[in-house]
């Protein structure tokens, strides 16, 4: 199977509240990283990535944060809407060994936002 | 809109067949990317052109090829289709051939009976 994974296979949030969404790797020789949101019947659309010589990077509501120690990467969404409610994947940038550098995907993590 | 074109977006098939999928990539990028997504594996890489010649080859099946022509576009030929092969087939583009900063088509997806 794939080596990143997701702590949580659901999360649901409130409207206005903050999300975490979480992801863990295997590989430490992993040198990038990257967010994807998919919402039902489309293709996954790019949210934000970082390079492993960062720990954190900003984007528009949201936050990825590197921790390479735990081999642990998130996605912060603040002030969470309902059109943020999708499935979030994570995926690492890996060499695994003789095949040259490529993206492997997590499971995803489905979102939910209440009104 | 990630500017990455899929045809078509629905195809319903019989085992036995031969389906091609068609990708046009964002203008300007020279990489088209092919990944399969099903329920039970997620987001699998297929293969990558870069440029016109293919650059990496994931899981795909030998019945399964790709090429990119001239303008960029791809094509993604599925034969010998059987019934696992139903999924969704997303083209992916970026700028450079490093597998990095990919932007996904809405994909096409494929039903075989």
């Known amino acids: 199977g794939e080596s990143v994974g997701l702590h949580l296979p659901t999360l649901s949030v409130q409207e206005g509240d903050n999300s975490i969404i979480n992801c863990a790797y295997s590989?430490?020789?992993?040198?990038?990283f990257i967010w994807y949101k998919q919402e039902s019947g489309k293709g996954p659309q790019f949210i934000i990535d970082?390079?492993?010589?960062?720990d954190k990077r900003q984007g528009q509501r949201v936050t990825v944060l590197l921790n390479k120690t735990v081999k642990h990467l998130s996605l912060q969404i603040a002030a969470t809407q309902p059109g943020d409610s999708a499935v979030y994947f994570c995926?690492?940038?890996?060499?695994?060994?003789?095949?040259?550098?490529?993206?492997?995907f997590g499971r995803g993590t489905q979102l939910t936002v209440w009104p | 809109d990630s500017g990455v074109t899929q045809t078509p977006k629905h195809l319903i098939t019989a085992t036995g067949q031969r389906v091609t999928l068609r990708c046009s990539p964002r203008?300007?990028?020279?990489?088209v990317y092919w990944y399969q997504q099903s329920l039970d594996q997620g987001l699998q890489f297929l293969i990558q052109?870069?440029?016109?010649?293919?650059?990496a080859k994931g899981n795909i099946l030998e019945r399964f090829s790709a090429q990119q022509f001239p303008d960029l576009h791809s094509e993604l030929n599925l034969s010998s289709l059987e019934l696992g092969d139903s999924a969704l087939y997303f083209c992916?583009?970026?700028?450079?051939?490093?597998?990095?900063?990919?932007?996904f088509g809405s994909g096409t997806q494929l039903s075989v009976l």
């Open positions: 995926a690492e940038k890996s060499d695994r060994g003789s095949t040259l550098g490529r993206l492997y």
């Open positions: 992916a583009s970026s700028g450079g051939q490093g597998h990095e900063k990919l932007f």
């Open positions: 590989n430490s020789a992993s040198d990038y």
């Open positions: 970082i390079r492993s010589n960062m």
């Open positions: 052109y870069y440029n016109g010649e293919e650059r």
């Open positions: 203008s300007g990028d020279l990489s």
